[in-house]
């Protein structure tokens, strides 16, 4: 199962607006999710993103994150 969703990004601004809370956003579908998707995309109640998720994309082997990419420097 994974942990969370390599496709969800919490952002304080878009659509033209800025938020005081960071709102979950999914890289696949380009847009911002309800509560409720953002529980799967974290894998909250025993859901995992790769079964529940209809958007969910398995990441490409050999493309971690950018953090894993510049720690490897």
């Not at 960071?22 to 847009?31: E, Q, Y």
């Amino acid at each position: 199962m994974a942990e969370t969703c390599p496709h969800l990004a919490y952002r304080e601004e878009g659509d033209g607006k800025s938020f005081e809370t960071a709102r979950a956003f999914c890289t696949v579908t380009g847009s911002f999710v309800q509560p409720m998707r953002a529980d799967i995309c974290n894998a909250r109640y025993g859901l995992d993103p790769a079964r529940d998720c209809e958007f969910y994309e398995e990441p490409e082997p050999g493309r971690g994150d950018r953090d894993e990419v510049d720690a490897g420097r």
